[in-house]
DNA sequence: CACAATTCAATTGCCCACAACTTATCCGCG
DNA sequence: CGCGGATAAGTTGTGGGCAATTGAATTGTG
């Protein structure tokens, strides 16, 4: 017996438990701004290219409607989007940002440098991570 | 304005990608075994090492007494898991494994493999992996 | 000893993740 | 044209995470 799978089972912790580290390093910062950190994730996306369907999110973002539905309904009743049915397709909504949404945008702007700090890392070892995490992420969604 | 922060959003963005991605190669294999892959974490703890005490696992795994709770009871129920109030400290509740919790432990012996099979990274990369996100999570944790 | 502060587990309430299902619309093909 | 399958978004139900609070037991201190 090697401790081969031991060293995996770490690995697949350590995302994990990085993962859940990093949202709890933006989640004061975010409070601030009064998002949680998949509603920031999506008005990260409609900052960059808007309006967007509810599918267009979902495959920016890996989630699905269960989840970006009641998501979208929350941040349309904080005022910083609005959900219009599409004319051309009546089964699309498009999301667009209000005045109030496109004006957190500025607020927003210093928050990943929080992260940086907080990393502890090298921007190298930063870039490395984020290539290594990407071609992990791709792996794993083609192997079924 | 560099592009350092986009960067850094997408180094966020990729862990919470990675972390979700490697559950859900998880998730069927867990599936036949009749567990979440955070009941899986607890489990895997227990077959470390039992009894343990509510609080004990919270900090192996990083979580409270309110993710806990519930998730010990569903395994109760299932039962793979015993909660016992302590004797000495009626405060603590001890978490013992049934004998088929127990027995768990060997069907669930070949499922890290499934992880390295599908991540599509060298054992290097794995271990450096690991290496980088054990030291980011303490470094998040470390900046308040 | 007594009382205040601390500790442990559980509970409540909110939001996210995801599977399964529903409803409405669209599109293609006979 | 009309119908059958595909597609978009929403709904329901289960199970995490996590903050805030509660209640019970223990510990520390005067």
Redesign the interface.
């Known amino acids: 017996m090697t401790d ?23 989640r004061p910062v975010l409070d601030e701004l009064g998002l949680t ?1 998949p509603q920031y ?1 999506v008005m ?1 996306v409609l900052w960059e290219n808007e309006p967007r369907g509810v599918k267009e999110l979902g495959e920016e973002l ?1 989630l699905d409607s269960g989840t970006l539905s009641p998501l979208l309904k929350r941040l349309e009743s904080l005022g910083l989007v609005e959900r219009r049915r599409s004319g051309e397709d009546e089964r699309r909504v498009a999301i667009h940002l209000t005045a109030a949404g496109r004006e957190l945008s500025g607020k927003a ?1 210093a ?3 929080r ?7 090298t ?1 190298e ?6 290539n ?12 079924h």
Do not use: M, W
């Not at 070892?125 to 984020?130: A, G, K, R, V």
């Not at 290594?132 to 192997?143: C, F, I, V, W």
């Open positions: 081969a799978p031991r060293l995996n089972r770490q690995v697949c912790f350590a995302l994990y438990s990085a993962s859940r580290a990093a949202t709890a390093v933006y950190y994730l990260l890996g702007g928050i990943p440098k992260l940086a700090e907080a990393a502890g890392l921007p070892e930063l870039d490395q991570l984020h290594t995490l990407g071609r992990l992420t791709a792996a794993l969604h083609n192997s």
